[in-house]
């Protein structure tokens, strides 16, 4: 859904951009300071808005605090301090991390105030009320239903089987295709001769995108957390950019083919453009991998919690749908009563007329979680219905 969509991209960018800060472009000294304090504020901001977007967002921070903490340690620092030098270069890296601090304090202070249309302490109140609204309802689960086996809460495998039946083709071709294209050049160098054997793997690249993806992973897969999957996307996004990053920077194969590098982009290109297409349509409250016989029977999420049943242009391609009762697709809510607050993100990237040509004529009430509710009245349902 679109809210899932944006807290994903802006999660993946905040990650780029704090990846750029351990990494910055070779320049001098000044220069290098400058390029860390504005990717460092960059991230902090895509960072703030993800978390105005969805509140789950913050489960990266604890990284962006851990890069910090061990950039400054000179952990990540591929040069070799020499130990006369390391008291003093120390201290001189804890005061450029403490203005970095400030700076990405300052600029994710800019991202509530942007989201929120110029009002800070109401963004600041609104994400604690949502705070202390998703903890209340994660404990009461999200109902899933898996080969028609309904829960409230995940199991052991539960979120294998659906990172399968939930990730688009489009994403296991990519993903595929930069883990082919890693492997090829590892083995080929391997068997190459009068080239060093040595692997060398960026620890920033795990500890940005790696860790915190198998991080929110587990956190999500526990019992008594929320198991929609799409909760998933932002550390999906994670992944992509971490494995992107692996092949080149990894140095196993720095002689790799022009047109195996040219293929490597295509895929990511085409996996992109699918895979925005099919997030942004207008009709998807939920989508699925072609490759699995039928949502309705192997699989439904949000929209039995929201007794929305299946979008119509899927409902057609199913008899069993009947037996899941709800209302036309796109975005529509039984209530009327809204009991979340509107996040400031999605007003900013996703808020709106919906797509959905029948519902061009209302206007939505309340954008709640990702879904525009409309306040229809018997007439308007009766169109509705009618038209459809």
């Known amino acids: 859904n679109v809210t899932d969509a944006n807290v994903a991209w802006l999660l993946a960018l905040a990650g780029i951009h704090l990846y750029l800060y351990v990494r910055p472009f070779q320049s001098t000294?000044?220069?290098?300071?400058?390029?860390?304090?504005?990717?460092?504020?960059?991230?902090?901001?895509?960072?703030?808005?993800?978390?105005?977007?969805?509140?789950?967002?913050?489960?990266?921070?604890?990284?962006?605090?851990?890069?910090?903490?061990?950039?400054?340690?000179?952990?990540?620092?591929?040069?070799?301090?020499?130990?006369?030098?390391?008291?003093?270069?120390?201290?001189?890296?804890?005061?450029?991390?403490?203005?970095?601090v400030l700076v990405g304090a300052i600029f994710f202070l800019f991202a509530i105030w942007v989201a929120f249309m110029g009002d800070l302490r109401y963004g600041?109140?609104?994400?604690?009320?949502?705070?202390?609204?998703?903890?209340?309802?994660?404990?009461?689960?999200?109902?899933?239903a898996l080969f028609q086996d309904v829960r409230t809460h995940g199991y052991w495998y539960y979120f294998v089987v659906v990172f399968f039946f939930k990730t688009p083709l489009s994403i296991w071709l990519l993903l595929a295709s930069i883990l082919g294209f890693f492997l090829y050049g590892h083995i080929r160098k391997l068997f190459s001769k009068g080239e060093s054997k040595h692997f060398h793997f960026d620890n920033a690249v795990?500890?940005?995108?790696?860790?915190?993806?198998?991080?929110?992973?587990?956190?999500?897969?526990?019992?008594?957390?929320?198991?929609?999957?799409?909760?998933?996307?932002?550390?999906?996004?994670?992944?992509?950019?971490?494995?992107?990053?692996?092949?080149?920077?990894?140095?196993?194969?720095?002689?790799?083919?022009?047109?195996?590098?040219y293929g490597l982009c295509g895929v990511i290109v085409f996996?992109?453009?699918?895979?925005?297409?099919?997030?942004?349509?207008?009709?998807?409250?939920a989508y699925f991998n072609p490759l699995t016989p039928s949502p309705v029977i192997n699989f439904v999420d949000s929209?039995?919690?929201?007794?929305?049943?299946?979008?119509?242009?899927?409902?057609?391609?199913?008899?069993?749908?009947?037996?899941f009762s709800g209302y036309i697709g796109d975005y529509l809510s039984e209530s009327n009563e809204a009991s979340q607050i509107i996040s400031g993100a999605q007003a900013l990237f996703g808020y709106g007329p919906s797509t959905n040509l029948l519902l061009r004529p209302f206007e939505p009430v309340k954008s709640v979680a990702g879904h525009r509710l409309f306040n229809l009245d018997n007439g308007d349902w009766?169109?509705?219905f009618a038209n459809g």
């Open 124 to 144: 600041v109140d609104n994400l604690y009320q949502v705070a202390v609204w998703q903890m209340g309802h994660n404990e009461r689960g999200h109902a899933t």
């Open 206 to 261: 795990l500890l940005v995108f790696i860790l915190p993806f198998i991080w929110i992973f587990v956190f999500l897969s526990s019992g008594n957390i929320q198991i929609g999957i799409r909760f998933l996307l932002m550390g999906i996004l994670l992944l992509w950019v971490g494995l992107a990053l692996i092949g080149p920077l990894a140095r196993t194969s720095p002689n790799t083919s022009r047109w195996a590098k």
């Open 29 to 100: 000294s000044r220069g290098k300071l400058i390029q860390k304090t504005i990717f460092f504020a960059l991230a902090c901001f895509f960072f703030g808005l993800a978390i105005t977007a969805k509140v789950t967002a913050l489960l990266y921070g604890p990284f962006l605090a851990l890069v910090v903490i061990t950039d400054s340690a000179g952990l990540l620092n591929e040069e070799r301090i020499e130990r006369s030098r390391i008291i003093a270069v120390f201290k001189r890296q804890l005061k450029q991390s403490i203005a970095f």
């Open 303 to 323: 929209n039995i919690d929201w007794n929305q049943g299946l979008p119509k242009h899927l409902a057609d391609d199913y008899e069993k749908y009947k037996n």
């Open 382 to 384: 009766y169109r509705l």
């Open 271 to 285: 996996g992109l453009s699918e895979d925005v297409s099919t997030l942004r349509s207008g009709a998807y409250i």
